[in-house]
T-cell receptor, first 110, second 115 residues
């Protein structure tokens, strides 16, 4: 069974700090996706990383796919209160289903 | 940007009752999905649907669950006899081609509470 494990599960930081969220698996994924979910809303796709070693930037967010395509990280520079939310990594398993990690709950305090 | 819409946003029901959760996927999308998220747990795949048939389902999606596309716009999830453990946020999603790496568009969810 392909699983995605995220760490940390909870993160509370001050505005302006940097942070990194990790998504790990023992299995190879053809790609990994990062979603952000706000309370009362569904997940919204932030990025898809496809190539091993790939780095993608979205403003202050930097996403990296591991060389072996088993892990990914999300780094936020100078976090803002508006970054608060649940960050989910997801990947398509061998059966073609999109599966999710358990999420990282980020709280950025002003 | 086009949206997936779900109704109702909240549904409260008694154990043993049937519920139908409704979704309107994005109009040119061909693949539809239901996911659920129990409070504090991960988003879990339930079922995918294409061309009026279930294409994949998880072990959670047992005989008490069914999906239907009753007309050209709606996509429904029916739970025949609800249990307490069915309480969760249910998300509908859709995609254009159903391919790997493709973006899924999620609705805002229906919070189901079974009492």
């Amino acid at each position: 069974t392909q699983l995605l494990e995220q760490s940390p599960q909870f993160l509370s930081i001050q505005e302006g700090e940097n942070l990194t969220v990790y998504c790990n698996s023992s299995s190879v994924f053809s790609s990994l996706q990062w979603y952000r979910q706000e309370p009362g809303e569904g997940p919204v796709l932030l990025v898809t990383v496809v190539t091993g070693g790939e780095v993608k930037k979205l403003k202050r967010l930097t996403f990296q796919f591991g060389d072996a395509r088993k892990d990914s990280s999300l780094h936020i520079t100078a976090a803002q209160p508006g970054d608060t939310g649940l960050y989910l990594c997801a990947g398509y398993n061998q059966g073609g289903k999109l599966i999710f990690g358990q999420g990282t709950e980020l709280s950025v305090k002003p | 940007e086009p949206e997936v819409t779900q109704t109702p946003s909240h549904q409260v029901t008694q154990m043993g009752q049937e519920v139908i959760l409704r979704c309107v996927p994005i109009s040119n999308h061909l693949y539809f999905y239901w996911y659920r998220q129990i409070l504090g747990q991960k988003v879990e795949f339930l079922v995918s649907f294409y061309n009026n048939e279930i294409s994949e389902k998880s072990e959670i999606f047992d005989d008490q669950f069914s999906v239907e596309r009753p007309d050209g716009s709606n996509f429904t999830l029916k739970i025949r006899s609800t249990k307490l453990e069915d309480s969760a946020m249910y998300f509908c999603a859709s995609s254009v081609f159903g391919t790997r790496n493709e973006k899924l568009f999620f609705g805002s969810g229906t919070q189901l509470s079974v009492l």
